[in-house]
């Protein structure tokens, strides 16, 4: 316990991602470590600040007093009936995430993976595994998606896609996250009691912070795979639970539950999936009823609810080496392989980016994983990490319960330092443990607080301050001081901390005239063509025709110049038809950085340039610069907005502008639809729908 209090206070004040160095090679690595240097100021100034306004205002009002508010409203909420506690938080955490995606995202999805889910989950709702493009595959390509033999899938598990889909067959997409959310929560509100048997209090408070944290509501409020692993994870841990107190048919449930979760995130399914069973079933063989009995029938009490976990889990084991198996080639060959090869795999080695992931880059990237969570669970600026740290250092006894809060919390950390990937919502899935800790660490602050002290350590520690000579020695309460800054450090998340993030996820004026579907004229029915950057029609390109994996298309991208990968995206095309041309020499090589001579000059908005002194651009390279010299747009916010080749419903189609020749065959394809393009009309300005002759003429033409 000690050792994660010292790990924990570490990791939340000291910059120990500096082990990423400055990150120049890696854009990934520069904006995690700017947001790091970020969260740390804010973290330093603001912990700063809430404690100084503690001690003044535990000089100016009692920790009694406090303590009485804090014992009415506990009160207030030991007296609701638990189940209906349940549903009002899961109910009420639902409509705050439906809200947020209302209001703050507009309707939109924020996130690529959400796009690539959403996309392949019509098909599902449709009847069909995967899309048909009918090879023209580049035109509508993006990140995280991929053409495997059965057609356009994305790379991620089926659970969750079958989930979106279901709400896209009941006409409602957008509420698969928020109801999985407060699935979550509702759930939540059931478990901490049974966690925390001699804490009712702090139980209730844990499940409110669940329903209130911004970082959950906000991440409920999309669609990401996180939204469901969690909610099916909190109801995996609920089932072991009943299944330790009761019946052992439970543990069915709780199969269920965990495959569910790994057959849509596979690894913290398998890691929470273990903690959920082992965690809850272990420590009953050693204290309960079953440990009162013969050590035989300890074994066939815990036999009867591993096979019931099993026999629960397998269907869903069954059906995710089937979904492989037919799209990936192979029943253990997840998705995200087939799509970036085994460098997407865990453990230590170069990432698909081509960028070193060893030792000193796990303990990195998890420090800016924890001193992120750590702030964005309550938007504290004394972060969540830290008030555990303290309490785990300084309670020499802990609360029934906290073992496996402490394993829900932590392992996850551990487990997602020997994946490459990293961003604080890999840590959604245990969130809810981390909160139910924090409030745990708080509850002692206030506990004898109306009344006499509880027992020595809970009286007012001597203060360091020498009081005047013949004076009263004056004695500060330190608890009162600790008390008073967590409510100092919520009221800063109130006024500082949540407006900021709201900022944050709040779409710009120019962000929104991208996203947005435009309105058609006349509303015929219509195919768009969106004016994309060179850079995203050759890795479309390189990857839907030239058959390339996204691991190879990323080195590519960041190794080479653009006239350089068009002309070679070009003969791949030619030999893929037949024609025996030589395929020029590129730098194949997959490693970190970026050869030194490479420039990149200013360019127009949303478009990037790759090029080296003195190059020379043949024709074809010129009429592609040429074409984004007012600017590109990004296919994916808009193309799951309308149409899909095969899922059509009377919406725009949109499409990727790859030039008239190669649009062609798209228009032959959709010769009912009206055709226009969708670019900006000078640098900087907002897309417009143009006319699609007129659009050709000007970007593609000799204008």
């Avoid at 570490?10 to 995690?32: I, K, N, T």
């Avoid at 906000?218 to 072991?240: D, E, K, P, R």
């Amino acid at each position: 316990m000690r050792v994660a209090g010292v790990l924990l206070l570490v990791f939340a004040f000291v910059p120990v991602y500096r082990l990423l160095g400055r990150g120049e090679d890696s854009p990934f690595r520069q904006a995690s470590i700017t947001m790091a240097e970020a969260t740390l100021g804010y973290v330093l100034w603001g912990s700063f600040t809430a404690v100084l306004v503690g001690v003044l205002l535990a000089a100016a009002v009692p920790r009694a007093r406090l303590g009485q508010w804090a014992d009415r409203v506990g009160r207030w909420l030991e007296a609701v009936p638990l189940r209906r506690w349940s549903i009002a938080l899961a109910i009420g955490s639902a409509l705050i995430a439906i809200l947020i995606g209302h209001f703050v995202y507009r309707g939109f999805f924020t996130n690529v993976d959400e796009i690539a889910s959403f996309l392949q989950a019509r098909y599902f709702a449709a009847g069909s595994l995967a899309g048909r493009l009918a090879g023209s595959s580049e035109a509508w390509l993006i990140p995280n998606m991929l053409i495997v033999d059965d057609g356009w899938v994305s790379q991620f598990p089926p659970s969750h896609l079958a989930l979106l889909a279901a709400g896209i067959v009941v006409h409602a997409p957008m509420l698969v996250g928020p109801v999985l959310f407060g699935m979550m929560t509702g759930l939540s509100a059931l478990v901490f009691p049974r966690l925390l048997p001699q804490n009712p209090r702090v139980a209730r408070v844990s499940a409110v912070a669940v329903a209130l944290s911004p970082f959950l509501l906000f991440i409920g409020a999309g669609a990401l795979s996180h939204t469901s692993a969690g909610a099916f994870g909190i109801l995996a841990l609920y089932a072991a639970l009943r299944a330790r107190d009761g019946s052992w048919r439970w543990a069915v449930l709780a199969g269920a539950a965990i495959g569910v979760m790994v057959s849509s995130r596979p690894w913290i399914g398998l890691v929470l999936g273990t903690i959920a069973t082992f965690g809850v079933w272990l420590p009953s063989l050693r204290g309960g009823e079953p440990s009162s009995a013969p050590s035989v029938g300890r074994v066939r009490w815990l036999a009867a609810r591993l096979l019931g976990t099993a026999a629960g889990g397998l269907p869903f084991a069954l059906l995710l080496g089937w979904y492989d198996d037919v799209l990936f080639g192979s029943p253990t060959t997840l998705g995200y392989l087939a799509a970036f090869g085994s460098r997407h795999g865990l453990g230590l080695h170069l990432d698909p980016w081509g960028q070193r992931y060893g030792l000193a880059d796990a303990v990195g990237f998890t420090s800016t994983d924890l001193l992120a969570f750590g702030t964005q669970l309550l938007e504290t600026p004394i972060p969540v990490g830290a008030v555990i740290g303290i309490w785990l250092l300084r309670e020499r006894r802990v609360p029934r319960g906290v073992g496996l809060l402490l394993a829900w919390a932590l392992v996850p950390v551990l487990a997602n330092g020997l994946y490459w990937f990293h961003s604080t919502r890999m840590l959604y899935e245990s969130a809810p443990a981390w909160l139910a800790l924090a409030c745990l660490a708080v509850a002692p602050l206030l506990q004898g607080a109306s009344g006499a002290a509880a027992d020595a350590g809970d009286a007012p520690l001597q203060s360091a301050v020498t009081p005047a000579p013949g004076g009263p020695r004056r004695r500060l309460d330190v608890r009162g001081v600790a008390a008073w800054s967590v409510v100092a450090g919520l009221g800063m998340a109130i006024v500082l901390g949540v407006p900021d993030r709201v900022r944050s996820y709040t779409w710009s004026d120019d962000t929104l005239a991208r996203v947005t579907v435009p309105t058609i004229p006349d509303g015929a029915s219509a195919v768009v063509f969106v004016h994309t950057s060179w850079n995203e029609r050759l890795s479309a390109t390189l990857q839907g025709a030239g058959g390339m994996r996204q691991d190879s298309v990323i080195s590519l991208l960041r190794r080479n110049t653009n006239c350089e990968l068009d002309t070679y995206a070009r003969a791949r095309e030619s030999r893929a038809a037949g024609a025996s041309v030589p395929l020029p020499s590129i730098d194949l090589t997959q490693e970190s950085g970026a050869p030194s001579d490479l420039l990149r000059p200013a360019t127009p908005e949303g478009t990037t340039l790759r090029t080296r002194t003195g190059e020379s651009f043949t024709d074809d390279c010129a009429r592609e610069l040429g074409s984004d010299r007012y600017g590109a747009v990004s296919l994916a916010p808009l193309l799951w907005q309308g149409d899909l080749p095969g899922s059509e419903h009377g919406e725009p189609l949109f499409v990727r502008d790859l030039g008239p020749e190669k649009n062609e065959r798209i228009r032959s394809r959709f010769a009912d639809r009206t055709a226009w393009v969708f670019v900006p009309k000078a640098d900087g300005a907002p897309p417009t729908l143009v006319p699609y002759e007129e659009a050709m003429r000007v970007l593609w033409g000799a204008e």
